[in-house]
């Protein structure tokens, strides 16, 4: 039996958690494993409801789980409050942070169904498989940050980017790992030119370099990076960077899969692992029953793989996810002309219906 914490959240977060139960539900079913799923409070939601984003309570669930599920958090209603009782702020940092999830995985992976999905030319992005590789629980996120009052009346605003010779070699070696069992090919990005941060990465990945003579290593400069992963994004194999532009090019590399909302994600690296869509609440279409819940079932499928070991079943789900596709059914934000528009649920239902059925 795997316990499984489930954490909805906010916005879609609660239309798409659901689809990934169903899901998992169907793998439980035809292979014969129980999963427990364990419901919890986080972001706006729990602070609605007993006014912490994060409550202890949640965490505990957690911690005793093999494995978290979660949705989204965060949106219109909390951006106001105070910044450590904001979703983002106050609930996901410290819940990477506690869990020490140092590791964030985020596959950009073109489904062959989905070639003509995104707005990008087919020829630019026909088989893309690009792994990045996000460092999650240190630089600018989590260094100080404070505010203060200036001679001229007005304010500064400072955060801190710092990283340590041991959180860059920790993910970095990490990433190396992942490069050697998939293309050998490592690019880690950075801002060298610029920032003493990014030199001390650079110098760490160039030591860690002979350790790894089996896998390509090469240097990109972020901006760079944002630009080479349009014009071609099939020169990449694993990408490594710090937290923040990994935030950044990940949205950026969602677009080469079609749409956000097949980005998922896995956070490892400590006791129990965090899968998540990469992707936020989207309140722009919350309650409407349009949401992708693709990212979010690829997530749990990721989970299956990571924290549980079980590779075949999470091929399974990937190869149900790629079905649907193929056979053209769509949310809209994938939708094009002569394919058939469902919502969230009747695509959760159509991926779970393949698990029984492939
Ligand atoms: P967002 O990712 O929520 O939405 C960006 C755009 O992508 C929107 O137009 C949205 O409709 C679309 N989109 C996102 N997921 C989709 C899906 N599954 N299916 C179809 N379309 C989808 O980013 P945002 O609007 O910048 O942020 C909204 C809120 O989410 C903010 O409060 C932000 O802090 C939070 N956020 C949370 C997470 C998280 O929980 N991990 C991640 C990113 C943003
Ligand atoms: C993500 C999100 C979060 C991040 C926010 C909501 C804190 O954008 O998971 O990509 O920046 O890590
Ligand atoms: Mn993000």
Redesign the pocket.
Known sequence: MYKIAVLP?????VE?VPEALKVLQAIALRFGYEFEFNEALI?GAAYDAVGHPLPAETLDTCRNSDAVL???????K??KLPVQLR??VGA?LPLRKELGLFANLRPSVLFPGLVHASTLKEEVIDGVDIMVIRELTGGLYFGEKKREQTSDGGQKATDILSYSTFEIERIVRFAYEVARKRGKKLCSVDKANVLESSRLWRETVNKLARDYPDVETSHMYVDNCSMQLIRNPRQFDVIVTENMFGDILT?EASMLTG???MLPSASIGGEVGLY??????????AGQK????L??ILSAAMMLRYSFDLEEEARLIEQAVRTVMEEGYR???LMEEGKTLLNTEEIGDLVAAKIRIL
């Open positions: 959240g906010d916005g879609i977060g798409i972001g979660l949705g989204a958090i965060g949106g219109p909390w951006d979703p983002e996901l949205d749409s956000i909302g998540e869509p990469s992707h936020g609440s989207a309140p722009d279409i349009k949401a992708n819940p990212a979010t949310t809209p934000d």
